[in-house]
């Protein structure tokens, strides 16, 4: 695919690549719930996508179907070009490497150091020890934690464990960056800062970003596209300040009161 420049009014300008992840008509269903009704969606290399939704309506589970954390019913996740649905037991470990997931929490294993939590997947990976703990030295001074790398995840507050869990998602150089409400747990003023460093990353990057959050005048500054989702289902979608200007849907319209717009 062709790349091609696009100014979005408000948010950086960057250069769009190929399309990195593709989803076509995504289903989930947990026992009778129906989590994920028909989904489709595209994010492309340089994008970032922005889902936005009321709770319960699907996103995290949409973003752990894309992530390999759980098998849709039905529908297809392609990324870079490889159906996840295809891939072998020895492929799929690889693919997921190269995507980045930060959770709502920052899930560090308690008992290594922030150093050794970043270079965790490097090193199951195949990377030798100390080639690892050198990019994790890289990428938590990235993120403005190289003074913590010794310390143990109970030792740092919410906000530095996030940091350091986004450390560990960069450090593999992912593809695709997943983010699930990255700062739902922090208080305002730590959210703030998180939020601050996440708008750093996407100013900075060429990767693939799909974020959930709940921050939609953030979603607005750094959204090239925003992806409104309503009972399992996306409801509307287009870039910020046109799906904001005039909303067809009821929740984009909540979204857009919210912001006084
Ligand atoms: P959101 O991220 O938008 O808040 P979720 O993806 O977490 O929404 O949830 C979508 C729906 O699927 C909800 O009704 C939720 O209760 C249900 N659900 C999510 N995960 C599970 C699970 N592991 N088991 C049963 N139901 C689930």
């Known amino acids: 695919m062709a790349t091609?420049?696009?100014?979005?009014?408000?948010?950086?300008e960057r250069l769009l690549g190929e399309e990195v992840l593709r989803v076509r008509g995504l289903v989930k269903r947990f026992g009778s719930t129906q989590a994920i009704r028909?989904?489709?969606?595209?994010?492309?290399?340089?994008?970032?996508?922005?889902?936005?939704g009321p709770s319960g309506c699907g996103k995290s589970t949409l973003l752990r179907c894309i992530a390999g954390l759980e098998a849709p019913?039905?529908?297809?996740?392609t990324i870079g070009g490889l159906d996840v649905a295809e891939l072998t037991p020895r492929e799929l470990p690889l693919l997921r490497r190269r995507i980045g997931f930060v959770f709502q929490g920052s899930h560090l294993v308690r008992r290594l150091t922030a150093r050794q939590n970043v270079a965790l997947g490097l090193v199951a990976g195949g990377t030798?020890?100390?080639e690892a703990l050198a990019q994790a030295d890289g990428a938590?001074?990235?993120?403005?934690m190289a003074w913590a790398a010794e310390r143990l995840p109970d030792q740092l507050s919410g906000g530095e464990r996030q940091r350091v869990a986004i450390a560990r998602a960069l450090v593999n150089d992912p593809l695709l960056m997943l983010w699930d409400e990255p700062t739902a747990s922090l208080d305002?003023?730590?959210?703030?800062?998180?939020?601050?460093?996440?708008?750093?990353?996407?100013?900075?990057?060429?990767?693939?970003?799909?974020?959930?959050?709940?921050?939609?005048?953030f979603a607005r500054k750094v959204a090239h596209r925003l992806v409104f989702m309503d009972g399992g289902r996306v409801v509307e979608a287009g870039p910020p300040e046109e799906v904001l200007a005039h909303p067809t849907s009821p929740v984009a319209r909540r979204y857009q009161a919210l912001l006084g717009a």
């Open 140 to 144: 938590l001074e990235q993120v403005g």
């Open 73 to 77: 019913d039905q529908g297809t996740v």
């Open 4 to 12: 091609a420049t696009e100014r979005v009014p408000g948010a950086p």
């Open 128 to 130: 030798p020890r100390d």
């Open 188 to 217: 305002p003023v730590v959210a703030h800062e998180i939020l601050q460093l996440m708008e750093q990353v996407v100013a900075q990057t060429e990767r693939a970003m799909l974020m959930v959050t709940h921050q939609v005048g």
């Open 38 to 52: 028909g989904v489709d969606l595209e994010v492309r290399s340089g994008e970032v996508v922005v889902l936005l």
